[in-house]
């Protein structure tokens, strides 16, 4: 350590070693930070493969949780996650557990890295809302042949990662925040997600707004990358475009990420923990080294971060003392020989700058200012899903005479989305999960008492169950004369 770097106060840091190739990134990630005076004290803590064997069912034991929620910093190497039924993954809990919202994965042309986008200038960074859409595993068997996964997208849960997009790209000097959404299929949650880009967009004038679907987004990072900065977009999209543009710079062995939430923040490499190289100490510590850089400019420490990210840069653009994957075939060198050769280059410039950071504060909004506050709000009606096996002319009959003398007329059913009943002509493949819509005669308006409309819902749902069995019931509601619904394929 330097003589300089003593005197600087020291932020502690939880970190997590993990499983598989992890203990030997860490160690090697750690020694290039020690060596290039990081002013971090470490906090080692357990999750994981042990955890899990030691019977700690979320693979996150209670004083794990306790060191990042005293430090709120926590630097991860990948942990298994124990496969089929039964655990939890450890990653999922941790991000849960502290609301880690925002999943942030720079995208960066790295030197020396060869890929067919060599020299395009990809520079771009993806912004993953972290914890809802259907990864909240809401799922349910609705029959024996129907499987149903709820995607749950909320106001401020997609008013956070928008604000955090923004924030990014202002922290980054960055030009423009798209939003990758599938609005025009999902009008109501990825819809959410776009208009809500459209409501906080006016808030940063320095930067420009957009909005892409999502297939196309894909389609345009392949074939122009470089015409992206920041991409915000919900949490399955996420998932999947920033694995795609992990590929464009190199793959995911060298793809950092960090996690934020408002009072935590845990960084982390994206790849898994490799066991088949594990404890052969051959592993490439670039992702969680990279992972450390953007710690190190999470707390401030801008020139350590530049100093080693240079050091790595210089190293890579080299191409001497690479690990194994990086490296042509039969010249690679071990984990070691390559952070003895990063920290031999710590002080050396590279000729990629490093970009100029500001602070990244992720604001916490007292209030968040975004959501839907319709003047009136109507119960019009109710799905509800039935399991049966008859056809959709024979349920639609029964249905009809046995909701004749209630307050709801039936406006169709549908099956898998689709309107069976009265009949379209299409040529619809049934299953035994049919949805089926009732409309109130009258409309109720909800007047602040959201059970009104219930005991009448209740009349028609025990006849029905009277005969066939009902598998879950939806709500219908208007705000402000709109309906908040969709209607299924085919209905007029
Ligand atoms: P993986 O990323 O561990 O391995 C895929 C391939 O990439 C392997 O051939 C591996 O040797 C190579 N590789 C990965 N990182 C490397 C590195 N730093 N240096 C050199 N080569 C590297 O993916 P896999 O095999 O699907 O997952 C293994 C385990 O990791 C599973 O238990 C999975 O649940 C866990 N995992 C954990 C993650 C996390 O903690 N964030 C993320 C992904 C997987």
Same mark, same amino acid.
């Given at each position: 350590m330097n003589a300089s770097a003593a005197h600087t106060p020291k932020t502690k840091v939880t970190a997590l070693p993990g499983d598989g190739i992890g203990p030997e990134v860490m160690a090697a990630t750690i020694r290039i930070l020690d060596a290039a005076g990081a002013p971090i004290e470490w906090e080692y803590a357990e999750a994981g493969g042990k955890a899990f064997e030691r019977g700690v069912v979320t693979g996150v034991p209670r004083e794990t949780l306790d060191s990042i929620a005293r430090n709120k910093l926590a630097l991860k190497s990948p942990l298994e996650t124990p496969i089929g039924y039964g655990g939890k993954s450890a990653n999922v809990t941790l991000r849960k557990y502290f609301e880690l919202y925002a999943n942030i994965r720079p995208v960066r042309e790295l $030197?020396?890295?060869?890929? %067919? =986008?060599?020299?395009?200038g990809i520079d771009m960074v993806i912004v993953r809302e972290n /914890? +809802?859409? /259907?990864? @909240? &595993?809401? +799922?349910?068997?609705?029959?024996?042949t129907v499987a149903q996964c709820l995607k749950l997208m909320t106001a401020p849960g997609c008013e956070r990662i928008i604000r955090a997009a923004y924030a990014l790209a202002e922290a980054e000097g960055r030009k423009g925040v798209t939003v990758a959404h599938k609005a025009n299929i999902m009008k109501l949650t990825e819809g959410m997600m776009k208009r809500m880009g459209e409501k906080v967009? %006016?808030? =940063? %004038?320095?930067v420009k707004p957009g909005n892409i679907i999502i297939d196309n987004c894909a389609h345009q990072l392949v074939i !122009? $990358?470089? @015409? =992206?900065d920041v991409i915000v977009t919900s949490n399955m999209n996420g998932d999947i475009i920033s694995d795609l543009a992990a590929g464009l710079v &190199?793959?995911? &062995?060298?793809a950092p990420s960090s996690n934020l939430g408002d009072n935590a923040a845990m960084f982390e490499a994206v790849? #898994?923990?490799?066991p088949d190289i594990a404890? !052969?100490?051959?592993?490439? %510590?670039t992702a969680l080294l990279s992972a450390a850089i953007m710690l190190l400019r999470h707390i401030g420490a801008f020139d350590v971060a530049a100093k080693v990210e240079q050091a790595l840069f210089v190293t890579l653009a080299e &191409?001497?003392?690479?690990t194994g994957d990086l490296a042509p075939r039969g010249h690679g060198v071990g984990t070691d020989a390559f952070t003895d050769q990063v920290i031999a280059n710590l002080g050396r410039i590279s000729h990629m700058p490093s970009r100029d950071y500001k602070k990244l504060e992720l604001k916490t909004w007292p209030k968040l200012t @975004?959501?839907?506050? $319709?003047?009136t709000r109507e119960l019009v009606g109710i799905d509800v899903f039935i399991e049966t096996g008859l056809s959709s002319e024979e349920l639609g009959k029964q249905l009809e005479e046995l909701s004749q003398?209630?307050? =709801?007329?039936?406006t169709g059913i549908a099956n898998r989305g689709v309107t069976v009943y009265p009949a379209t002509g299409g040529e619809t493949f049934l299953v035994d999960h049919f949805s089926c819509r009732f409309m109130f005669k009258t409309p109720i308006p909800?007047? #602040?008492?959201?059970? +009104? #409309?219930q005991p009448e819902i209740s009349y028609l749902v025990q006849r029905i169950g009277a005969k066939f069995p009902w598998m879950h019931i939806e709500k219908l509601q208007r705000f402000d004369g709109k309906d908040a619904f969709e209607r299924p394929q085919g209905e007029g």
């Open positions: $030197p020396g890295i060869q890929t %067919p =986008f060599s020299g395009r /914890v +809802e859409d /259907v990864y @909240a &595993g809401i +799922e349910h068997m609705q029959t024996t967009a %006016p808030e =940063f %004038p320095s !122009k $990358p470089e @015409a =992206f &190199g793959g995911l &062995g060298i790849h #898994g923990s490799a404890g !052969k100490g051959l592993a490439n %510590p &191409g001497r003392n690479l @975004a959501h839907l506050e $319709p003047n003398y209630s307050m =709801f007329t039936l909800l007047t #602040g008492n959201t059970s +009104e #409309g």
